[in-house]
């Protein structure tokens, strides 16, 4: 099967710019998350979408960050303005539903730089 | 507060050696626990699920409820295990379905 595809793999943007990070999840998967991994670190959960509503939005930035899943399938993440600290690779991930023991499939993200 | 723990950011074993990465977790509650793993230029993928009570590639990992731990362990490892192994839990709460809390890693390194 196809995997999560994401675009672009690498970005490199100076601070107070805008980046937006595209995502297309497995077909048929209902859930979508965006994950942020800061070097060093395990991935934090940004935004986790059920189809095209959002289910848990706690850890995202909502003053720069913002994501949709308009039509329930593909999403978008953006960033405005950016900052030093936003340097990290961004991961999106599908899984079929929302259940607690649910695979996830992720993509292989998007290493941004903000310099 | 959920929380998962991985003490080691490394572990370096010869081949062959027993591998043990260790996982502690912080949670009010039963969560399910997860083994993710990258291999090199590779995606974060699935290596086992503790429900599932599997063997993966020669890796198992009991959860010990008394403990709240969760080690991955191997007996003899391989070269091909050389990689990052995260640690994870997701909770039964409501809305929290699927939401992975993440540790922050181990880089398992066997040398030859």
């Known amino acids: 099967e196809a995997g999560v595809a994401q675009s672009p793999r690498y970005k490199i943007i100076e601070k107070r710019q805008s980046v937006a990070f595209w995502c297309n999840p497995i077909s048929g998967h209902a859930t979508l998350y965006w994950y942020q991994q800061i070097l060093g670190q395990g991935p934090k959960l940004l935004i986790q979408f059920q189809n095209n509503g959002v289910v848990d939005d706690s850890q995202l930035p909502k003053d720069r960050f913002s994501a949709e899943r308009l039509k329930g399938v593909d999403s978008t993440l953006k960033i405005q303005p950016a900052k030093l600290e936003d340097s990290a690779v961004y991961l999106c991930?599908?899984?079929?539903?929302?259940?607690?023991?649910?695979?996830?499939?992720f993509g292989s993200g998007t290493q941004l730089s903000v310099l | 507060a959920q929380r998962v723990t991985q003490p080691e950011k490394l572990l370096s074993v010869f081949k062959g050696a027993p591998v043990e990465l260790k996982c502690n977790y912080s949670?009010?509650?039963?969560?399910?626990l997860f083994w993710y793993v990258q291999y090199s230029r590779q995606r974060l993928q699935l290596l086992l699920r503790h429900i599932s009570r599997e063997s993966i590639k020669g890796f198992t990992a009991d959860l010990n409820k008394g403990e709240t731990s969760f080690h991955l362990k191997k007996p003899f490892a391989q070269e091909e295990d050389s990689a990052m192994y995260y640690c994870?839990?997701?909770?039964?709460?409501?809305?929290?379905?699927?939401?992975?809390?993440f540790g922050q890693g181990t880089e398992l390194s066997v040398k030859p």
């Open positions: 994870a839990l997701s909770g039964h709460r409501r809305n929290q379905g699927g939401k992975l809390i």
């Open positions: 949670y009010s509650g039963s969560p399910e």
């Open positions: 991930a599908s899984s079929l539903n929302r259940g607690t023991n649910e695979k996830l499939f």
